[in-house]
């Protein structure tokens, strides 16, 4: 696991919006897994000026989609469906046939998890997956205790994760309480993962995760078992690191062939 230390979001933001430009560069056709909420908005904005600029052609890139509430219909605004179209898809240029993800309305939801599943698979897998990390260590919807084997499934929420997503609806009663997401074993089988983390609220978190004990009372720490995994985090994040010295040295000195 590598941990890069930022400045601040801004500045994470165009880190990883340039490796992933690198890796469509190398690999025109990849698969970028995206995540929703307000810490990845930079990432997309900074990359969506990249392709706007002509840095980078996306034209065959695909997007897939780490989660999805149950219930909300497809064409809902809050939909993750709907947020990864908006901020996402559409600024880079690129048409709903380039997007897939897990179908929340299904009346069989199982089946629609194991369909989604079997999807990234068929597709060659996810070449980079950016992630997020809640206050309780969750990434995806994959809440404390989820087991580091699981696939994508459906998951009940906890109170605190309907807390925190009920700045995106107008009441916390509109949240839903079940979610499908990529489970914790399919999330590691990404090519590379990518997990940006700002604020001093994700402090926490972020020190369990990368110094703590592989646990599943808290899941982002599985991408310690990852071979390249990368977690980008602002000097407000970073601040209860233990070795928020060495991670800034070791980065300082990286060879830039190496990339992120």
């Keep these: ?57 996306v034209s065959r890139a695909r997007i897939c989609q780490l989660d999805e509430y149950v219930g909300l219909p497809a064409g809902h605004p809050e939909s993750y469906r709907s947020v990864v179209l908006r901020e996402v898809v559409e600024p880079l240029g690129l048409g709903e046939d380039a997007f897939m993800g897990p179908d929340g309305t299904a009346a069989d939801v199982q089946a629609a998890c194991e369909a989604y599943d079997r999807a990234l698979s068929e597709a060659g897998g996810v070449d980079l997956q950016l992630l997020g990390i809640g206050t309780d260590g969750h990434i995806g919807f994959n809440e404390p205790c989820s087991s580091l084997a699981s696939r994508t499934r459906i998951k009940t929420l906890t109170q605190q994760t ?27 089988e990404a090519r590379h993962l990518v997990l940006l983390a700002t604020g001093e609220g994700k402090a926490d978190a972020v020190a369990q995760s ?19 995994a990368t977690v980008v985090v602002d000097e407000a994040a970073a601040s209860k690191l233990k070795l928020a010295d060495y991670f800034r040295a070791t980065y300082a000195a990286k060879p830039e062939w190496q990339g992120l």
Excluded: W
């Design 1 to 57: 696991m590598e941990v890069v230390i930022v400045p601040d979001a801004k500045a994470g933001g165009e880190l990883i919006a340039e490796a992933i430009a690198d890796l469509v560069r190398r690999k025109p056709e990849a698969l970028l897994g995206v995540a929703t909420g307000s810490t990845p908005l930079p990432v997309y904005e900074a990359l969506a000026g990249t392709v706007r600029s002509g840095g980078v052609d």
């Design 210 to 228: 990368v110094e703590g004990p592989v646990s599943a009372l808290v899941p982002a720490s599985a991408l310690q078992l990852h071979p390249h």
């Design 162 to 188: 309907r807390e925190d997503n009920a700045r995106f609806f107008d009441s916390l009663e509109e949240v839903p309480h079940h979610v499908i997401t990529q489970g914790i074993g399919t999330i590691l």
